[in-house]
Antibody, heavy 113, light 111 residues
Framework: QGQLVESGGGVVQPGRSLRLSCLAS????????MHWVRQAPGKGLQWVAS????????YYADAVKGRFTISRDNSKNALYLQMNNVGTEDTAIYYC??????WGQGTVVTVSS | QSVLTQPPSVSGTPGQRVTISCSGS????????VNWYQHLPGTAPKLLIY???QRPSGVPDRVSGSKSGTSASLAISGLQSEDEADYYC????????????FGGGTKLTVL
């Protein structure tokens, strides 16, 4: 099934940018669609973005469209989420997931001044 | 964007059977399959059911899923204390450019 390890979270000021990374191992990364899903404090799971195994297909939740960009580097077995113009509503644990079947432990993003 | 509706909470005693419902629409559950996840705070969500009623290896057969029309259900029989967790349904929605939807989550309490 493989393993996913997220990184890049932290405290960021409103309006600034942050890039999350997800390093994959134990499976052929280039063969699978990948996703970012988040959980805000006290809230449920919320899908953020998806990218197909061929990176031409990308999908975004309305809440992040135009601000976040999902990308992947199959040569590095890595998934990314570029977060621009963040707001307090983006404070959450961010999980990466392979085909929404295998998930990482998450990385915490806190947007605060 | 559309929503998948789950009850906020359900409860049961050890050994009982509980069900969790997930109500959607024609653009999501009505046309696409449903996944179910178990989530404990601070941990990675765990896939319990995929393609409406399929169990990944390692998920016990006391866990089952079903789908009818625009609704789906998760059933857990022989309830155990370790089943206490949050449960989420998820389905792809075909409207607009397409997106994934998660239900609001259901807190299962084992009394």
């Amino acid at each position: 099934q493989g393993q996913l390890v997220e990184s890049g979270g932290g405290v960021v000021q409103p309006g600034r940018s942050l890039r999350l990374s997800c390093l994959a191992s134990g499976f052929t990364f280039s063969n699978y669609g990948m996703h970012w899903v988040r959980q805000a404090p006290g809230k449920g799971l919320q899908w953020v973005a998806s990218i197909s195994y061929v990176p031409s297909n990308r999908y975004y939740a309305d809440a992040v469209k135009g601000r976040f960009t999902i990308s992947r580097d199959n040569s590095k077995n890595a998934l990314y989420l570029q977060m621009n113009n963040v707001g307090t509503e983006d404070t959450a644990i961010y999980y990466c997931a392979k085909e929404l079947e295998t998930w990482g432990q998450g990385t915490v993003v806190t947007v605060s001044s | 964007q559309s929503v998948l509706t789950q009850p906020p909470s359900v409860s049961g005693t050890p050994g009982q059977r509980v069900t969790i419902s997930c109500s959607g629409s024609n653009s999501n559950i009505g046309r696409n399959s449903v996944n179910w996840y178990q989530h404990l705070p601070g941990t990675a969500p765990k896939l319990l059911i995929y393609k409406n009623n399929q169990r990944p290896s390692g998920v016990p057969d006391r866990v089952s899923g079903s789908k009818s029309g625009t609704s789906a259900s998760l059933a857990i029989s022989g309830l155990q204390s370790e089943d206490e967790a949050d449960y989420y349904c998820a389905s792809w929605d075909d409207s607009l450019n397409g997106f994934w939807l998660f239900g609001g989550g259901t807190k299962l309490t084992v009394l």
